[in-house]
């Protein structure tokens, strides 16, 4: 398959779109006795284990969360104690809870489902406090098991097309999926969550470095086989979904230590059997890029992104200006102590929210994303369209966020709760909450301009920013759910505006029922 062909990315989005009919049609149901466990565990390697003492960077959670350049210029090497609490802040364990047919273990970032299919992965050189290898990170005992000793990043370096980032960067962390720890549940429409569940860490992981003042870029452009290879993943059921070169240093001369031998090391059996899921992996292989001088120029053809200029608060009569909290007003409460107490909603009050917390939470969550592909200053692959229904000063109805104008613009007047409990797959959680943001991309010029991986780059792209308005409602003490959708209806119910978009995630934000009570209670 090749990645221009990308009829093979409008099967896929199509052939796992939800709609009212396909809900009752699908005879899927879950056999809890063959559900996969959520850890990839290695059953014959020794666990080095990771400093527990994590300490906090102090930089506020909102501020953290909205960092979208590089500012330090000066060699970073992370130490093995910041490498910690960036993992720990990204994909570990947060929570236990304890229900009565086990224990669920929460982590950091929020996943479709908590059946946690994304792994993360080292590839570093010698670090303070560690051996250069390949490494994987064990959220379940907070340790990190060696896949592979020695300096492999020249590895990933040749894959990437010799990506400026990761030529700079002393450890290179690398996100993959085992599809089958989701699909189980979700089936083909997994491959979506690849890409969701891979951004709710992502926007953790550029918080947690952000706040240590510790450089990071996303990769999407690399030789999938390559980096599969060097992780040891089964490309059968697993796959890297995406890169972050982390840290700065002068580009070293490091060894050649290719080939790279296939990897024999046994993992836990994830369930009784498994299910194959064909088209996630042709998903995947559609969008794979081949050899180093296919990454190279796939990242020169997306070179010519559309600028965007921001013009800021706008006197035009149509649009409504963000006013977001300023740098006084917002709370303080740092990164850890947010993402510490960051869960999904379960139930929403209905109340209302201020316009001011609208606002901050779209503007910080929106300040663009540092990518091998994007950069702040191009305008995203996704628009944000919201339905409001519960906040002060603002006339319920939807509108889309004019990104480069920093204003929101009423498409229609109306309480559509209803309508919004619907379009989030017939749930309570859209119906109640105050505003549902829905984010929408115009897959034909992204497809042109990244091919199949276009898809990768758009759905990356949206789940970061949803990520980020994650951490950005607990960081207001208000609450948030991502959440699936009827695809086709959403693009309607937002149309002419919409009309021709993809729906790619969807997030609810407001006051939760337990957060309300517990104010009266204070
Ligand atoms: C992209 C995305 C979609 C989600 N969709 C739903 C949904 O449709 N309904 C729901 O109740 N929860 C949904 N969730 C919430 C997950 O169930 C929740 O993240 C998971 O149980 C882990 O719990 P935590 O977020 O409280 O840590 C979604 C989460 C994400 C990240």
């Not at 149509?318 to 947010?338: F, G, K, M, N, W």
């Not at 002060?392 to 966020?401: M, R, S, W």
């Not at 301009?449 to 207001?476: D, T, W």
Request: glycine share 8%; aromatic share 8%; proline share 5%.
């Amino acid at each position: 398959m090749n990645n221009r062909d990308v009829r093979a990315t409008w099967d896929y989005h199509n052939g796992t779109k939800h709609s009212y009919e396909s809900i009752r049609a699908n005879r899927h149901y879950l056999d809890w006795d063959n559900q996969p466990i959520p850890f990839k565990i290695y059953s014959t390697l020794s666990p080095i284990r990771l400093p527990e003492h994590l300490s906090s960077a102090g930089m506020t959670a909102l501020d953290a969360l909205s960092v979208s350049e590089i500012r330090e210029k000066s060699a970073i090497v992370p130490s093995l104690q910041t490498l910690a609490e960036i993992l720990y802040l990204s994909a570990g364990i947060t929570k236990r809870r304890t229900y009565p047919g086990g224990e669920i273990l929460f982590r950091a970032a929020a996943c479709t489902g908590a059946l946690y299919h994304i792994d993360l992965y080292l590839v570093c050189g010698t670090l303070p406090g560690l051996a250069a290898g390949v490494y994987h990170f064990g959220p379940q005992d907070f340790v990190l098991r060696q896949l592979r000793a020695g300096d492999w990043r020249s590895v990933v370096g040749r894959a990437t097309g010799n990506e400026p980032a990761i030529a700079h960067a002393p450890v290179i962390i690398a996100f993959a999926s085992t599809y089958w720890r989701n699909a189980w549940k979700y089936q083909s429409r997994a491959y979506r969550h690849c890409y969701w569940d891979s951004g709710t860490i992502m926007a953790n992981l550029l918080a947690a470095s952000a706040a240590r003042d510790v450089p990071a870029r996303i990769v999407l452009g690399f030789v999938d086989n390559t980096v599969s290879k060097l992780l040891g993943l089964d490309p059968a059921r697993e796959g890297a979904t995406s890169l972050v070169a982390l840290g700065n240093i002068a580009p070293e001369a490091t060894p050649e230590l290719s080939p790279i031998e296939p990897l024999v090391l046994e993992t836990a059996l994830l369930s009784k059997s498994e299910v194959e899921y064909p088209a996630m992996r042709a998903m995947h292989q559609a969008s794979s890029l081949e050899s180093e001088n296919e990454v190279i120029a796939w990242r020169k053809a997306s070179a010519t992104a559309p600028g965007v200029e921001y013009v800021g608060p706008t006197s035009e009569p149509h649009l409504i200006a963000l006013r977001p909290l300023s740098a006084q007003e917002v709370p303080s409460d740092t990164l850890e102590s947010v993402v510490q107490r960051r869960g999904s909603t379960r139930k929403f009050s209905r109340e209302s929210i201020s316009f001011h917390a609208l606002s901050t939470m779209l503007d910080r969550a929106t300040r663009g994303i540092l990518s091998d592909v994007s950069s702040p200053n191009e305008r995203p692959a996704n628009d944000l369209y919201l339905i409001v229904n519960a906040v002060d000063d603002l006339a319920a109805g939807a509108y889309v966020f004019r990104s480069d104008r920093r204003a929101l613009e009423l498409l229609k007047e109306g309480d559509f709760r209803r309508e919004a409990g619907y379009l989030g797959l017939g749930q309570e959680i859209p119906a109640d909450c105050s505003v549902n943001v829905f984010f929408l991309a115009d897959l034909n010029p992204v497809l042109q301009r990244f091919g199949n991986r276009g898809y990768r780059v758009a759905q990356l792209e949206a789940s970061v920013m949803g990520g980020k308005l994650y951490l950005a409602a607990y960081a207001l003490g208000l609450g948030a759910s991502g959440l699936t959708f009827f695809d086709d209806d959403v693009t309607d119910f937002f149309s002419p505006d919409a009309a021709g978009k993809s729906v790619m995630f969807l997030i609810a934000l407001g006051k939760s029922v337990k957060q309300s009570r517990d104010r009266v209670g204070s």
